[in-house]
């Protein structure tokens, strides 16, 4: 009995390590970072006399390694020191060195590196192009950097801070962290059924996951029965076989069954509501220290509770509405704080006209919001609605009115009509921004 439990954890081992090879090439991963292990660099590609150049070389995860340098032709190119070993300053992945070069000779050189590492570990090959007979070269510190003929630390260029965005732009594309088959590299999820789209890949990404799996678990019933000399234990085989089958099965015959009757039940398309944003405008606000509009444009200060509406805004007289035009409540406000009214004192009517002269399918217009502003803003006391404001409510209105807003663009919850904007609130149009 241990013998056979030792098979099956043996057995069991193997095909996690094989089936874990089908999803993740290890030898193919490590061979590509094998390759880009040894990099090297030149501070200058063409120069003439009386510059300098320096080859640097970098390792990824190889400390303290030689480095030997090679120059294609020979004849006048000199390494100063032929090598060199690889340090890790930076406390990272990466190891530096370098070496100065120099040639009597003039033309192009082919410069390469290598080292020791399974064997013999090649860097990429570079070009330097020299016009000049004689270059002497220069080994500056790991940093810096050759300006006329010094070693020069860099220069650190002045922070600017950011100017101040004009308009946010909101990236709705959704790249997954890893790519799977079928998947593509990413998803604009402002498209329809954008989802609803990924869904339908993910589920047919998990049906080939259970045939995998299936075919793994098949194999393993399989050796069992031939390895067990038990009478149980080939029954135990068999029976890991079936169960094998019979979850394969209805895997692919639910796919089947579904797709045949209609592939539609197939292509899942979810779409959410757009959600509704109600703003603080349509609150009423509570005084902060007797005092209303604290935040509100031309209220200097805000109004004082219960003071006289009239008195508060130096206006005598109410704005005049066009004809087709009522308001509701049909009674201006007559102090501060005033509950249930609608104020037109020093209302701006050129929204109001502009509405009533383009809506020529609306009939009667009723105002339900006009410069009374402690009905507006709440917590904040801050909102459009105050004297000299062209910002009103409208009522809804089926038909007419609410047409004419929608036939406009739409851009989220606002609507933009004739040059005026407009926001559907819980039971009125907010007119104005």
Known sequence: MKSDKLKK??????????????????????????????VITASKLSF??????????????????????????TT??????????????????????????????????????????????KSNDIQVSITASGVSATICPIGQTLVNGICTPPVTPPVTPPATPSAVSTDTTYTPLASLPGL?????????????????????????????????????????????ELVSGKAAGKETIEHALFGLLIALGAWLILNTINPKFLDTCLKMPPATIVLGDSVPQSPINGKYCTNTASA???YTNNASWATST??????????????????????????????????????????????????????????????H?????STTHRPGSPTIDLRLE????????????????????????YLLESNHWHVGK
């Open 300 to 302: 200097s200060g805000g």
């Open 314 to 375: 130096g206006i005598g007289t109410l704005s005049t509405l066009p004809t087709g035009v009522v308001v509701s409540p049909n009674n201006d406000c007559a102090t501060v704080g005033q509950p249930y009214c609608t104020s037109l004192r020093g209302l701006n009517t050129s929204t109001i006209k502009t509405i009533r002269t383009k809506c020529l399918g609306c009939g009667t217009i009723t105002v339900t919001g006009g410069t009374e502003c402690w009905l």
């Open 398 to 421: 089926s038909g007419g009115l609410d047409d004419y807003i929608k036939s406009g663009t739409q851009n989220g919850s606002w609507y933009e009509k004739d040059g005026i904007s």
């Open 184 to 228: 593509p590299e990413s998803f604009d999820t402002k498209t329809d059924c954008a989802f609803g789209t990924y869904l339908n890949i993910i589920i047919k990404l998990i049906i080939g996951i259970s045939a995998v799996l299936a075919m793994v678990m098949i194999t393993m019933g399989g050796i069992e029965y031939m390895t067990s």
């Open 377 to 381: 803003g709440g917590a904040r006391q």
């Open 76 to 121: 006048g190119a000199t390494f100063i020191p032929s090598s060199c070993t690889t340090t890790n300053k930076d406390l990272n992945l990466i190891s530096y060195c370098q070496v100065g070069f120099k040639s009597t000779k003039e033309g192009t050189f082919n410069i390469s590196a290598s080292t020791n590492y399974n064997g013999t570990l």
């Open 9 to 38: 954890i043996l057995i069991f081992t193997h095909l996690v390590i094989f089936s874990l090879g089908l999803f993740f090439p290890f030898h193919q991963s490590e061979a590509q970072n094998f390759s880009n292990r040894l």
């Open 48 to 73: 003439e006399s009386g510059a300098d150049i320096f080859i640097t070389a970098r390792v990824y995860n190889l400390d303290n390694k030689t480095i030997y340098f090679d120059s294609s032709p």
